[in-house]
């Protein structure tokens, strides 16, 4: 599971909510969204 968000810092809680609630590590995607929408050739939907 990787978790992500507009910029990377309001995923945070989901990440370790996920820890304390006993499931297995998760990531956590720090460029999110800003960092991948400005990558040439990353998939993304549009429209």
């Known amino acids: ?3 992500h968000c507009g910029s990377g ?3 945070v ?3 370790l909510a996920m820890e304390l609630a ?3 590590p998760a ?3 720090g460029g999110s969204w ?3 929408s400005r990558t040439p050739g990353l998939p ?3 429209g």
């Open 22 to 24: 006993g499931y297995p």
């Open 13 to 15: 809680p989901n990440v």
């Open 34 to 36: 800003s960092e991948w």
């Open 27 to 29: 990531a956590l995607y």
């Open 1 to 3: 599971m990787v978790h």
């Open 44 to 46: 993304m939907a549009q």
């Open 9 to 11: 810092v309001s995923a």
